[in-house]
């Protein structure tokens, strides 16, 4: 069976990436906003599971599609929590908060764009065998 590829990319080498990207921004915003609200950490509390499953997808490969399951629905919930920027501006957001918001919704939303496409690669391929 083809493996999906993405920018000459696997999809766990993908979710490495954008899982090291949340898990980054989180640790960022938590100490720059001064280490005051836990909150700054989402980011990172969506990004460690993204990131730890496509580690646990190249030490597993037979466990590969429950983990990218496990990772894409982490990578929904950051795109749908940051979908909520829509609803802050105009508002009394901080310029950390709105960018919290927006790398939520580009990565995750991306990630999750992405999975989806391997998912329905994959199930082209099962039906066409």
């Not at 898990?23 to 836990?38: L, Q």
């Not at 730890?52 to 399951?69: A, V």
């Not at 990578?75 to 802050?88: E, K, N, Q, S």
Request: proline content about 3%; overall charge positive; charged content about 15%.
């Amino acid at each position: 069976m083809e493996e999906f590829q993405c920018c000459n990319m696997s999809v766990p080498k993908i979710s490495k990436i954008a899982g090291g990207i949340l898990t980054a921004w989180g640790v960022f915003a938590y100490v720059y906003s001064g280490m005051e609200s836990i909150t700054a950490m989402i980011p990172a509390f969506m990004g460690v599971p993204i990131l730890l499953m496509g580690m646990l997808s190249d030490k597993m490969p037979e466990k590969r599609k429950l983990f990218m399951h496990i990772a894409v629905t982490f990578g929904l919930l950051a795109a749908l929590g940051g979908a909520r920027i829509f609803t802050m501006f105009g508002g009394d957001a901080s310029n950390l908060a709105l960018a919290s918001h927006a790398i939520l919704l580009i990565v995750g939303g991306v990630y999750t764009g992405i999975c989806v496409k391997s998912f329905i690669h994959v199930r082209k391929q099962q039906d066409a065998e």
